[in-house]
């Protein structure tokens, strides 16, 4: 058995070294903390003004925009053609060309992407343009692939009488299940 | 009498001339909107356009931005247009794929072009402009013609008439890579 000797107890002076240092790393510490809050916080206030410039960028687009379109449609004139598919296994979209009054005013080539959105639920604005009160023909050629892979075109034709205020007139291709074929439906929005 | 008459004809004909001229301007201001049709320059947005390409997709400009994309105009007849087909293939190539290159054939005859992109090897959309409306957006005066369009869809560079060389093409790309 080792005989218990006297034990050394540790220098004052190397304590309190040790604890001013300890002190002093705390401080620093705390300081460098609270320096890299309050950067955060600087850098969190600047994104937010970022955030707000971008939306309100965003606003002054949009109601720029909407000026012009109602500058250069104006409703009495304005008639728009939206395009939509509800379902359509029986038809895959490739073109549609649009003739208002015997003149072809839009001709739309679709990508497997937009396709793909107009499954999901899209409308396209096919397009927009101004017409004179009055009787209007509109003639749409839907071309694509039909049933069992067979290219496909079909044409659907509108007549309809433009009165003063803006006209929407929707195209769109449904399944007509008990034929197995599709369907092309104009409709006119009130 | 004859002298007053020859002077009565000139000033007739002097008359006619002017009308004809005036007509002309006329018709020229009327007209130049149809058949002016400017490049699109440097720092301008590249027009966008679909076209069918040689798999019978449609395929639309607008699709592939956040890509940077090498369009070059060619023809089956051009033959510096292989040369400039094969260096945007290279050189999207060389940095590995992420640009993407676009042919667009201003053949009127697509069996042409599908020869030629079968004989050149390109893996690349190669898309169809038949009736070369997508030539004329891009005013296309030379063959080829390779348009640089960066990530934002804003045309960088253009090179006509000569096909650009594969290190000049590679280097204009990578200065536009993130």
């Known amino acids: 058995m080792k005989p218990n000797g006297p034990r050394r107890l540790p220098n004052r002076g190397w304590q309190l070294i040790v604890a001013s240092a300890l002190l002093i790393g705390c401080a620093v510490l705390l300081a460098v903390r609270a320096d890299a809050t309050e950067a955060a916080a600087e850098v969190r206030t600047v994104d937010q003004d970022v955030q707000a410039l971008k939306k309100e960028l965003v606003d002054l687009n949009r109601d720029l925009f909407r000026l012009e379109e109602e500058l250069l449609y104006p409703a009495s004139t304005q008639v728009a053609v939206f395009l939509s598919v509800n379902v359509g296994t029986f038809f895959a979209l490739d073109s549609v060309q649009l003739n208002v009054d015997g003149k072809e005013v839009a001709n739309y080539l679709y990508t497997e992407r937009e396709v793909e959105a107009l499954h999901r639920g899209g409308v396209q604005k096919l397009y927009l343009g101004n017409l004179k009160a009055g009787e209007h023909e509109l003639v749409a050629v839907f071309t694509g692939k039909g049933p069992h892979e067979r290219d496909y075109r079909r044409g659907t034709t509108l007549k309809f009488d433009k009165a003063v205020g803006a006209k929407y007139v929707e195209l769109r291709i449904t399944d007509r299940d008990a034929a197995l074929q599709p369907e092309f439906a104009v409709r006119q929005w009130e | ?178």
């Open chain 2, 1 to 178: 009498m004859d002298s007053r008459d020859r002077a009565a004809r000139a000033r007739l004909t002097a008359l006619a001339h002017t009308f004809a001229l005036a007509v002309a301007a006329l018709a020229g201001a009327l007209f130049f909107p149809f058949i002016a049709h400017a490049a699109p320059a440097t720092g301008a947005q590249a027009p966008d356009f679909a076209l069918k390409d040689l798999a019978g997709r449609n395929q639309r400009l607008s699709e592939f931005r956040g890509d940077v994309v090498v369009l070059t105009f060619w023809a089956s007849y051009c033959g510096p247009c292989r040369v400039a087909l094969q260096s945007a293939r290279d050189a999207a190539a060389a940095v590995g794929g992420t640009p993407v290159a676009l042919g667009v054939s201003l053949d009127r005859d697509a069996t042409r072009a599908a020869s030629v992109a079968a004989s050149l090897g390109l893996e690349s959309p190669s898309l169809l402009d038949t009736d070369q409306a997508v030539g004329r957006r891009y005013d296309v005066q030379h063959l080829p013609m390779t348009v640089l369009i960066d990530r934002e869809g804003v045309v960088r560079r253009t090179w006509a008439r000569d096909p650009v060389p594969t290190d000049v093409l590679l280097q204009s790309i990578r200065e536009l890579q993130p």
